[in-house]
């Protein structure tokens, strides 16, 4: 019998989400989640030799360790036939190790038939930019693109997903990886304690979410 074969070397998965031990081990989880995504890229583009990348919370998680920066990854694999990357970070401190990212990139090379890129950056809360960024860059229907949601907990609206989702309007609809914190959902809900109901209707896209988890029923 054939063994199954991963994309990268995975951990031995011994702890579960909501254990102490886990949650200080977290930069193992951080940095399998980069590689996957950055693995499922590489994929991406051996079918389609292009596309557009959308990165909603693009900035790295743990600055000093850019083997769990995703972006990053992303952007410095190879082949670099992906020639639009939108990328969006709410914090100026991450905005900043972003710009650094994107002005070290090494010039186009011709003959490896890579494409003229362009980087595009959008300082400020996704939710809002994410509308200015397709009026200002329509993606054609034809065009091939990926979008990561990788949220910390809630801070991606339901209605950014649908707008992300919805805005081309023929051939393949946009792909998109969407993180929801299952192992922590519970203690994150209990947590909040300002404008919690507009918040996770915002989050979850209706009031249904009231009914869903044993820590707010």
Not at 116 to 138: C, Q, S, T, W
Not at 174 to 192: C, D, H, Q, T, V
Request: aromatic share 14%; hydrophobic share 35%.
């Amino acid at each position: 019998m054939n063994e199954e074969k991963n994309l990268f070397e995975l951990p031995p998965a011994q702890l579960k989400p909501d254990n102490k031990e886990f949650r200080e081990r977290n930069p193992i989880w951080t940095e399998c989640k980069a590689k996957l995504i950055e693995r499922y890229l590489f994929y991406f583009v051996q079918i389609t030799h292009t596309g557009t990348y959308i990165d909603a919370f693009a900035g790295p998680q743990e600055s000093e360790k850019h083997e769990m920066w995703s972006a990053k990854l992303v952007i410095e694999s190879n082949p670099r036939w992906i020639k639009n990357f939108y990328l969006f970070e709410l914090k100026p401190s991450q905005v900043k190790f972003i710009e650094v990212m994107r002005d070290s990139q090494p010039p186009r090379n011709k003959e490896k038939n890579e494409p003229k890129r362009k980087i595009e950056i959008y300082p400020g809360d996704f939710n809002v930019n994410i509308h200015k960024m397709l009026a200002e860059n329509p993606i054609r229907d034809k065009e091939p693109t990926f979008c990561l949601l990788d949220q910390r907990t809630f801070e991606c609206d339901w209605e950014s997903v649908k707008t992300v989702a919805t805005h081309k309007k023929g051939g393949n609809k946009a792909e998109l990886f969407y993180f929801f914190p299952e192992g922590w959902i519970n203690r994150s809900i209990a947590a909040l304690k300002i404008n919690k109901n507009e918040k996770l209707q915002k989050w979850w896209g209706n009031s249904s979410w009231s009914g869903k988890y044993e820590c707010i029923r």
